[in-house]
């Protein structure tokens, strides 16, 4: 117990009689302590806009993202990276940094984003960004770079969007980028510069995604046929970087700075380049067709042997040994391709990269792959030739019913069953009814409370039948049958023999 009170009794006798600075000194700085005139927040830093001439005194090991931006440095000494193992993200944009120098990052393997735009830098080296093995986003744009060294990038393998635009850059190597590879890189900002001079070929030869993040607008270009004709193909291949700014491509027709024409709306400049300049500048992507289901196998043709073979799959996946996450692609020994079963997701552009020291530069190759769903099965009739079946039949029945006359043994059948249908309803009562009258009741006058018949009646006028006084009779019968109308006999009511009082002639 008394070993374990003593250093405590000295270290509250050290911190009585020194102070609370001393204290400071004596123990080491907190790894989480965040520096003044910053904001702290979990495993993000903030020093922005703070006017900071320099860097902070101490930074705290458990930063994931620093922000330096908005302030005036000037340096970066080599190594301040070291305490910071966690660092993702740093971001030191409008400040006053002129140049980097060696060693700058050469404690910092794990950055993935680097902000250094809007700076006063004029140059990259070959060194000044060693140590950046895992870096994807390096954003340069808003500077004064005129020169950028040939290895530049070299060793930034994972780097998949470079920003430099807004520069003063007058030349950029194609070739080989600087020492960039091709492999991750996706997008290559190199707009609003002084770009005049490169090789056509170069810009020719990179492969087909690149080539869709590839911005160049906003440049002093040449009003070259032989560009002409690759950015016009371009266009018609509808690539993004070049569709999205079209109006921004611009050429000068003199060497005057104020003569600059569109590419695409102003084409009375290009009148006499000759279409036969626009092939062999870019080799066509080769079609294949595949339909679902089956097998496909993709050769990457070289001029030579290549020493290294990678590929880039439609969804911008690189395929190296043994092939794609899912599995569906394969990488074989001999750097083909092999695809088991053929899906929707394979359409697109496969781009080969061959790299070797027997080659002359980088060769891609590019592969246009379309997918089609395997045909259905006919149907096992032809709905349209039974609608037309259907409709002949139906016009043949009606002309054999306008022009066909029935035969009599159709009418005699039809009679009998005419005659079969109908049955005998029960006698009702007749009324008597003058000849002059033109008013049927339908209700006898004996039978008050009988409802209305709801047949009709059928009235005959036969002026041959002898009748009482010479009066001709109206035989009024309610169940009078519709199918042998002849047999009709002529009633006579009491009714009407006792109302008849005058034997004379009656006039009617």
């Known amino acids: 117990m008394a070993r374990l009170l003593l250093p405590g009794i000295l270290l509250c006798t050290l911190g009585a009689g020194s102070g609370t600075s001393d204290l400071e000194d004596v123990l080491p700085l907190a790894p989480h302590k965040c520096p003044s005139n910053c904001i702290c927040a979990a495993d993000v830093l903030s020093c922005a806009g703070r006017g900071l001439e320099s860097l902070p005194a101490a930074l705290p090991a458990t930063a994931a993202e620093l922000d330096l931006s908005n302030n005036a440095l000037r340096r970066l000494p080599p190594g301040w990276l070291a305490p910071l193992s966690r660092l993702r993200a740093l971001h030191l944009g409008y400040n006053k940094l002129d140049v980097l120098g060696r060693g700058v990052f050469s404690n910092a393997s794990g950055l993935r984003i680097l902000d250094l735009s809007s700076n006063m830098l004029k140059m990259l080296r070959a060194h000044d960004l060693d140590g950046l093995e895992e870096l994807e986003r390096l954003l340069l744009f808003n500077n004064r770079l005129v020169h950028l060294d040939l290895d530049a990038f070299r060793g930034l393998g994972m780097l998949s969007h470079l920003y430099l635009g807004c520069n003063k850059l007058s030349s950029f190597s194609f070739n080989h980028l600087h020492g960039l590879g091709t492999a991750h890189l996706r997008t290559l900002d190199l707009s609003s510069n002084w770009l005049k001079h490169f090789s056509i070929p170069e810009l020719a030869a990179l492969p087909a995604f690149l080539k869709n993040g590839l911005y160049l607008h906003n440049n002093p270009l040449p009003c070259d046929c032989h560009l002409f004709h690759l ?4 266009h018609q291949r509808g690539l993004s970087a070049l569709c999205d700014f079209a109006r921004e491509y611009t ?43 089956q097998s496909l196998r993709l050769f990457c043709n070289t001029t030579v042997p290549a020493a290294r073979v990678a590929w880039v799959s439609p969804k911008s996946e690189l395929l190296v040994a043994p092939g794609s ?30 790299t070797g020291p027997r080659l002359h530069h980088n060769q891609t190759l590019e592969y246009n792959v379309s997918v089609h769903k395997p045909r259905s099965e006919p149907e096992a009739f032809n709905t349209g030739f039974t609608t037309l079946l259907g409709c002949i039949v139906g016009l043949v029945l009606v002309l054999l019913y306008l022009f066909a006359p029935p035969c009599r043994g159709c009418c005699h059948c039809c009679r009998r069953a005419c005659h079969n249908r109908c049955w005998l ?13 033109s008013v049927l009741s339908t209700t006898p006058p004996d039978a008050p409370s009988r409802k209305a018949s709801v047949h009709k009646h059928v009235v005959f006028l036969e002026p041959g039948k002898k009748g009482l006084n010479g009066r001709a009779q109206l035989a009024v019968a309610e169940d009078f049958d519709l199918c042998n109308p002849m047999g009709l006999q002529l009633k006579v009511g ?14 009617t």
């Open 325 to 354: 996450q899912d599995g569906s692609i394969v990488l074989l020994a001999d750097g083909s391709l092999a695809i088991g079963r053929v899906q929707e997701q394979h359409a697109g552009i496969f781009v080969c990269l061959a």
């Open 425 to 437: 309803r029960a006698p009702s009562p007749l009324q008597e009814l003058s000849a002059q009258s």
């Open 494 to 507: 009491s009714e009407s023999a006792s109302s008849t009082g005058s034997e004379g002639l009656m006039m």
């Open 231 to 234: 950015l016009q193909r371009w």
């Open 251 to 293: 050429c000068q027709a003199f060497e005057v700075s104020e003569s600059r024409v569109r590419f695409f709306e102003h084409s009375r400049v290009f009148e006499n380049c000759s279409d036969a300049a626009a092939p062999g500048l870019e080799l066509p992507e080769e079609q294949l067709h595949a339909q679902v289901g």
